[in-house]
């Protein structure tokens, strides 16, 4: 049995950020008075540097919600993706009349190319001493794809100040059989404080000539993507803070203010740490129900699970030591289902199998036991966890077989205990339990940030869990459930 301790933050200053981002709601006339009231009350609309802040704005809409960003239509300029100056270019042509980006060709010279063609691609890392080491990347993405791959694994796509530099990068992409991306992009896009900012997050058919400023959305299927809309429209706005101390920002009459302040993840992990413990780790139903008898209906609390690497893990906690998984069922969350041939295919969790799960008794022995009723991953796993042990695990060829020979009789594939996401609990645990509410987790995949939080509703599912929440985001007052024990 776990034991749970209630701890309640009645008090925060704010951790220290460069920036920080806030809403302004309900909607506002026009994108220039939006800018307005962001200067009244902040700095300005706000501007976006990367896909992390992209990510934590994003958290800010509910689903088809809309809000300007600093991004607006002006004369073509070209900008680095690093944000330096352009004082060298060896470009040659233009693409046409929308947004262009430059590719290496193997004489050094560049040329100007639709941006979302895909192409081969060149990274940079820079040490601490600033020196500078070249990467080719021998995969065919786009320049925005590239872009946000350079970004994650080196520093960015590579910039070029001089014709030496360009001369050492040619000759580093000289084992490239196309040209290659480098980290230029000419678009007539510019942020309203002034920022060199080369990040650009346009939605499918993205931007539209005949609109001038951009918002983001959220969409049923793709969260913080870019639109372009005339001026004129009346939307919510985006807007940043840069200070490194505490403020209390004014409202401007007529508007509704949204701040939703508190504790980051980070903080409210901090007292569970000090007690020698940690934010609560939820390995089943009893743990859960027992959880969430802990929190007044209606109210939400803080779990130990955080957005991090996509990870395979088995439902039981085992090493995931063998796999016969074929495919991927998308970008989001996924669990594994045999087929009669023995491989794994990949599925998306919430569809309806039969499934195996297995027993293991006092001798270490396992039998297995094929389930003729369709259910979801989770319920499942749910089932087979009252009923039995838990849904099958396996580690090796011979236990693949045994499962197989069950399967065989399906005249579907199978659930087995194998789930991939990228939610991880902070004390480090593999624990496959999940109890999501109805459309979540959210899709921001994006930011590394992200948290969940348990919440007792006033229906009869208590301890449903939430996504939306960024850790390095300002919220209401939230409990904090830590783990004290095992008794």
């Known amino acids: 049995m776990v034991t749970l301790q209630l701890l309640l933050l009645s008090a925060f200053s704010a ?10 709601e309900p909607k506002i006339v026009s994108m220039p008075e939006a800018q307005a009231a962001c200067k009244k009350q902040y700095h300005d609309l706000a501007s976006v540097y990367n896909d992390e802040d992209n990510a934590n704005l994003a958290q800010f809409l509910k689903r088809n919600q809309k809000a300007w960003i600093g991004l607006y239509r002006r004369q073509f300029s070209d900008k680095w993706s690093n944000g330096d100056d352009v004082t060298f270019s060896n470009l040659t042509g233009v693409c046409g009349s ?36 070249f990467y080719v990347i021998f995969e065919n993405m786009s320049w925005y794809e590239a872009q946000s791959y350079c970004r994650k694994n080196y520093t960015d796509l590579v910039s070029i100040r001089d014709q030496n530099q360009n001369e050492a990068v040619k000759i580093e992409g000289l084992n490239s059989s196309t040209s290659f991306w480098i980290g230029l992009l000419s678009d007539d896009w510019v942020w309203t404080d002034g920022g060199h900012f080369a990040y650009r997050n346009w939605a499918t058919g993205q931007p539209r000539l005949s609109s001038d400023c951009a918002i983001m959305m959220n969409t049923t299927s793709e969260c913080g993507k870019w639109y ?69 209906s209606g109210k939400k609390a803080w779990l130990g699970l955080c957005r991090g690497q996509s990870s395979y893990k088995w439902s039981n906690g085992d090493d995931v030591i063998f796999s016969n998984l074929t495919g991927v069922c998308g970008s989001g969350t996924c669990c594994a289902a045999m087929k009669t041939d023995g491989s794994w295919e990949s599925l998306q969790c919430t569809e309806k199998r039969n499934y195996v799960c297995y027993k293991q008794d006092t001798d270490l022995i396992f039998s297995y036991h094929l389930i003729l009723d369709s259910m979801s991953w989770y319920e499942a796993q749910s089932y087979c966890r009252k009923s039995y042990t838990d849904l099958v695990s396996i ?93």
């Not at 951790?15 to 302004?24: A, E, M, P, Q, S």
């Not at 939307?235 to 701040?259: I, K, M, Q, R």
Request: one cysteine or more; charged letters at 25%; a negative charge.
């Open 15 to 24: 951790t220290v950020h460069l920036r920080t981002f806030f809403i302004i």
């Open 98 to 133: 929308g947004s262009c980006c430059a590719a290496m060709k193997a004489d050094g010279s560049w040329e100007s190319l639709n941006c979302t063609e895909k192409r081969n691609f060149m990274c940079y890392e820079q040490d601490v001493s600033k020196q500078k080491r």
């Open 228 to 296: 372009s809309v005339p001026c004129s429209n009346a939307e919510s706005a985006l807007c940043y803070f840069s200070n490194t101390t505490d403020f209390s920002p004014t409202v401007p009459d007529g508007l509704n203010f949204t701040e939703k302040k508190i504790a980051y993840m980070t903080e409210a992990q901090a007292p569970c740490i000090t007690n020698d413990t940690d934010h609560i780790i939820v390995y089943g139903d009893n743990d859960n129900a027992e959880l969430a008898l802990k929190i007044e």
């Open 395 to 487: 580690r090796d060829q011979n236990q693949n077989e045994a499962v197989k020979i069950l399967v065989m009789t399906s005249n579907t594939s199978l659930w087995i205990g194998l789930l991939r996401d990228d939610w991880e609990w902070t004390d480090g645990g593999r624990s496959a339990y999940r109890n999501w509410a109805t459309d979540q987790p959210e899709c921001y995949k994006t930011s590394p940030h992200n948290t969940a939080h348990g919440e007792q509703g006033h229906e009869a599912r208590p301890g449903k869990n939430n996504s939306n929440i960024p850790a390095s985001r300002s919220l209401d007052l939230l409990r904090i459930v830590c783990h004290i024990g095992v008794v």
